[in-house]
């Protein structure tokens, strides 16, 4: 049991929290003092007081508002947003202006996460202002598009408004990423990618959840990010939100809840399905057990793949689809993260399956890893068993191996006469003939490999799986 002393400690500190706002927004010539820390930065004018004007208040809250419909898409894309943080303080700046965050590094900004988001520099349909808050006794900086929030942080905690940053969405979009915030002591932090996102959790960081949404922004290959329009969803760390260009989000999964080993069936039942114990895989040399593989920690689920007193140990898993018995639908857009250790013996293969179970319904594999070994014998592929004719099988090579090469977004596209195969934002191709049309269901399915040899009792790996949007046909 705590100590009194302690309890009044925690109430305080969960009151100066409660109201939910990040200290991370600071103008750069707020914080520019002559190679001093920034806890020595100049006091900035003074906090407004409780006697604020009704009037005032109902200004800032117009401000914050979102512009008439429809949503602009394109102003939301407009501006990209700069992200510097100070590892000695843990400060983040956020800013339109590249300038800003360059000259920021005289002041210790001197860690890059490039631009995370876009955002619209001027008032635009449908988006809202997100305002920039100071704290010069903690150096923090927040942005907020809370009119209550800003009143609060200015009257009760010491923060100065220093007036609208830039402009975002309030809700998920086609054409949007959420922005998540974290807080740590005083600090305040901002992330988009899961990767970030994670590394901030496992350093302490308490995460806020969704405080806006951005523009996507375009990765290094020319693809979208997050939800953004185009086919294939882009390659992007940030789970999709939202409906796309026609296509309506009809699932996801984040695995936001830890599950440990053995529990995942108990945590995650209502949502998936796991194959049980001991049905066997396709090779019929590996023995399914959810209790011996799946587990789901920081953020994702993982398939341990491993030889115990002679069995290879392997995991399958169904997405429950909301209205369907099995997590079928006919037509669908299915994108998801994912990534594979080097596992000899093991194999990778991310399916669509006949709800009825009849194979001669056909079958669409993407992608599948006939070994997860490095180099071209490791390398991922899309294929198409079409109905009935299975033994006119077709194939499309990435080029890519999944094992050993670090994080992959895929996604599959199933339309009337047309199945299209994306791999990190770039069409790997699309099949026009022998595409199923009765309902299929995801499957995630870790297994032995079926060709070669049986895994040694040495071999052993992960394979781990960060989100999962489905989509219905609109």
Same mark, same amino acid.
């Given at each position: 049991? &705590? ?22 927004? =600071?103008?750069? #010539?707020?914080?520019?003092? #002559? ?13 407004? #007081? ?41 400060? $983040?700046? @956020? ?41 010069? &006794?903690?150096?923090?900086? !927040? ?42 002591? $005083?600090? /305040? ?10 590394? @901030? ?5 308490? $995460? ?30 940030? %789970?999709? +939100? ?23 069936? &108990? !945590? ?15 090779? &019929? ?18 398939? /341990? ?36 250790? +080097? ?6 293969? +991310? ?12 079958? *669409? ?7 997860? !070994? ?19 099988? =077709? ?12 994080? /992959? ?31 299929? /269901?995801?499957?995630? #399915? %870790?297994?032995? $490999? *079926? ?16 989100? =999962?949007? +489905?989509?219905?046909?609109?």
């Amino acid at each position: 049991m &705590k100590s009194p002393l302690a309890l009044m400690r925690y109430f305080a500190f969960a009151l100066c929290f409660a109201v939910s706002w990040s200290c991370s927004d =600071v103008r750069v #010539q707020d914080l520019y003092v #002559q190679d001093a820390a920034l806890e020595e930065a100049p006091t900035p004018e003074a906090p407004a #007081q409780e006697a604020q004007s009704a009037a005032d208040d109902a200004s800032l809250s117009e401000d914050m508002q979102p512009a008439a419909l429809p949503f602009n898409c394109s102003a939301l894309s407009s501006s990209p947003i700069f992200q510097v943080i100070n590892p000695k303080t843990q400060a $983040n700046l @956020l800013t339109a202006s590249q300038k800003e965050a360059n000259d920021a590094a005289r002041n210790g900004f001197t860690v890059n996460k490039g631009t995370p988001f876009r955002a619209s520099t001027a008032r635009a349909n449908g988006l809202v202002g997100a305002r920039r808050l100071f704290n010069s &006794k903690t150096n923090d900086i !927040v942005w907020t598009i809370s009119s209550s929030e800003v009143t609060t942080a200015v009257r009760k905690h010491g923060y100065v408004d220093q007036g609208i940053s830039f402009y975002v969405s309030e809700t998920p979009t086609s054409c949007s990423i959420p922005v998540y915030r974290f807080f740590s002591g $005083n600090k /305040h932090r901002f992330a988009v990618s899961q990767e970030d996102r994670k590394a @901030l959790t496992s350093s302490g960081w308490t $995460n806020e959840g969704i405080k806006f949404y951005g523009g996507v922004v375009e990765d290094n290959n020319g693809g979208g990010g997050g939800g953004g329009g185009g086919g294939g969803g882009g390659n992007t760390d940030a %789970m999709p +939100v939202g409906d796309l260009p026609g296509w309506r989000q009809i699932f996801t999964e984040d695995f936001n809840t830890p599950a440990p080993l053995g529990q995942f069936v &108990k !945590v995650y039942g209502n949502r998936w399905i796991a194959y049980p114990s001991p049905w066997k895989d396709t090779s &019929k040399r590996g023995t399914y057990n959810p209790e011996k593989v799946l587990s789901v920690a920081n953020g994702v689920l993982d398939w /341990h793949l491993h030889t115990e007193n002679g069995n290879h140990y392997v995991g399958a898993v169904i997405p429950k689809i909301p209205g369907t018995p099995v997590g079928g639908q006919i037509y669908g857009k299915y994108t998801f993260r994912f990534r594979a250790d +080097v596992i000899p013996g093991y194999k990778l293969v +991310v399916l669509l399956w006949p709800d009825s179970d009849d194979w001669g319904e056909g079958e *669409i594999d993407f992608p599948e890893v006939g070994e997860l !070994v490095a180099g071209k014998d490791g390398q991922m592929y899309a294929f198409l068993h079409p109905p009935g004719a299975y033994a006119r099988s =077709v194939s499309l090579s990435t080029g890519i191996a999944a094992a050993g090469t670090g994080w /992959h977004t895929a996604s599959i596209e199933w339309l009337p006469g047309s199945l299209s195969y994306y791999l990190d934002g770039k069409l790997v191709g699309t099949h026009k003939s022998g595409v199923p049309t009765t309902s299929f /269901h995801l499957v995630f #399915q %870790m297994e032995t $490999n *079926i060709g070669g040899p049986a895994p040694s009792p040495s071999s052993s790996g992960h394979i781990q799986l960060d989100w =999962v949007s +489905v989509y219905a046909p609109k």
